[in-house]
């Protein structure tokens, strides 16, 4: 499969503790986008990568949330201190800049806070 | 008011029928736009995708953008139940920009 890959697919967490999603964009692609998307919602915003460079975050990431893209390739998503709101759907996107093509989405993980 | 509008439905069709879809926004600023279908815990996959106004077709969609009204649509001839799903509109300043999505029509299309 070439597409947009993600890790895991789902995750339990009980409040308070930390996760970690990883996402594994399609190849050579070098503009990676996250998402959180809750239930009966649109996909909403949350940062995205140029090659290893995090150019742009939402005010929707809290201290709480940092993502990295160390070299260029995966990314990956951490949430500490998980709080009950937090439940969501995290996607990720790809897409090859320098052309006119848009965004790409993975399968989504899927968080689910006690 | 919310940047995308988007009405939740649901919508429920009997096969064969035109589906008709829509979308309003609020930015000017938006030339990109596109649809995705996305299928019950799954993520959204990219259904159509124009630039500007004017017209797309691909099979049995066809996606219309109308900047002066800030309203697109997605038309699906001769719906199918597989078309069951949730439609998402999304638009964007520029094609490498974040996209901006509606909040998604849930589709039903009874055999």
């Known amino acids: 499969d070439t597409g947009v890959s993600q890790n895991p697919r789902h995750k339990i967490t009980k409040r308070g503790q930390n996760v970690t999603f990883r996402c594994d964009p399609i190849s050579e692609h070098n503009r990676l986008y996250w998402y959180r998307q809750t239930l009966g919602q649109g996909p909403e915003f949350l940062t995205y990568f140029q090659n290893e460079a995090q150019l742009e975050k939402s005010r929707l990431l809290s201290d709480r949330f940092s993502a990295e893209r160390p070299k260029g390739s995966f990314s990956t998503l951490e949430i500490q201190r998980t709080e009950q709101g937090d439940s969501a759907m995290y996607l990720c996107a790809s897409r090859l800049s320098g052309t006119e093509e848009t965004q790409y989405f993975g399968p989504g993980t899927r968080l689910l806070v006690l | 008011q919310k940047e995308v509008e988007q009405d939740p439905g649901p919508l429920s069709v009997p096969e064969g029928a035109i589906v008709s879809l829509n979308c309003t926004y609020s930015n000017s600023a938006f030339q990109y736009f596109m649809w995705y279908r996305q299928y019950s815990r799954k993520g959204p996959e990219l259904l159509m995708y124009t630039y500007s106004s004017g017209n797309k077709e691909d099979g049995r969609f066809t996606a219309q953008v109308d900047k002066s009204s800030k309203y697109i649509s997605l038309f699906i001839r001769d719906s199918q139940p597989s078309d069951s799903a949730t439609y998402l509109c999304?638009?964007?300043?520029?094609?490498?920009?974040?996209?901006?999505f509606g909040p998604g029509t849930s589709l039903s299309v009874i055999p």
């Open positions: 999304a638009m964007g300043k520029t094609s490498y920009d974040k996209v901006i």
